[in-house]
């Protein structure tokens, strides 16, 4: 079978029991980066294990050997460096593979930085769109930025503390009166939720520089045409 397994985003605390259980009982884990799990695995007492690397350098070799593992009959768990694997994350072609060759898939409920994020904001929580990163080229980003102002739902990304100077100054340029959330380094000790006007907040980011994971959040409007 293959076990898809959140880990946490920061605080250690949020792993669940039965992710312990998984990670403890599967033969190999296929994860991002083997260093940072290998620390989630000795805080949490769990030896012995084989780790795999599977990132987007390697995924599509990596999908093909791990499927065999399990269609030859071992247990493998697939993490994260934090949070839901596939979300921003590598694991997509190996849960595709999986489905597409009858293999079991379980997945695991547990950390996600968009949900957390989506809840903490105080924006609406529904309908939304998560997009993955905001894109690095800034016209490119002022094109997505442009669109989520002009749909009526709440639109969130994960962007770079480099880059969200830059794109907060997009929203202030498009339209400064705009709410807009940051999330920064959730479940974290420094966890902070940014909460003002696009002008606000450009300002905000602008006097220090940014750290940290981050989640953008804008709801857009849409103006309703008046009747008569």
Not at 145 to 156: C, P
Request: net charge negative; glycine share 8%.
């Amino acid at each position: 079978m293959l076990y898809v397994v959140p880990t946490p985003i920061g605080n250690l605390g949020d792993i669940t029991l039965r992710a312990l259980e998984v990670l403890k009982d599967v033969q190999v884990i296929a994860c991002e980066d083997t260093r940072h799990t290998r620390k989630l695995l000795t805080h949490f007492e769990i030896e012995g294990k084989e780790l795999v690397a599977l990132h987007d350098h390697n995924e599509e070799r990596q999908a093909e050997v791990l499927l065999e593992r399990i269609r030859n009959g071992e247990d493998v768990a697939l993490v994260s460096d934090a949070g839901m694997p596939l979300v921003s994350d590598p694991g997509f072609r190996v849960v595709r593979g999986a489905r597409e060759h009858g293999l079991e898939v379980t997945v695991l409920p547990g950390a996600s930085a968009p949900v957390t994020a989506l809840v903490a904001s105080g924006l609406p929580p529904y309908p939304h769109r998560f997009g993955g990163f905001l894109p690095v080229k800034k016209g490119r980003r002022r094109n997505e930025l442009e669109a989520a102002l002009g749909r009526d739902e709440t639109a969130l990304w994960f962007e770079s503390p480099h880059r969200i100077g830059s794109t907060l100054e997009i929203l202030a340029e498009l339209k400064p009166e705009q709410l807009v959330v940051v999330a920064r380094e959730l479940t974290k000790k420094f966890e902070t939720v940014y909460r003002g006007t696009a002008a606000e907040l450009a300002k905000e980011f602008e006097k220090k520089p940014a750290r940290g994971e981050m989640v953008l959040l804008v709801h857009g409007e849409v103006r309703k045409e008046q009747d008569g």
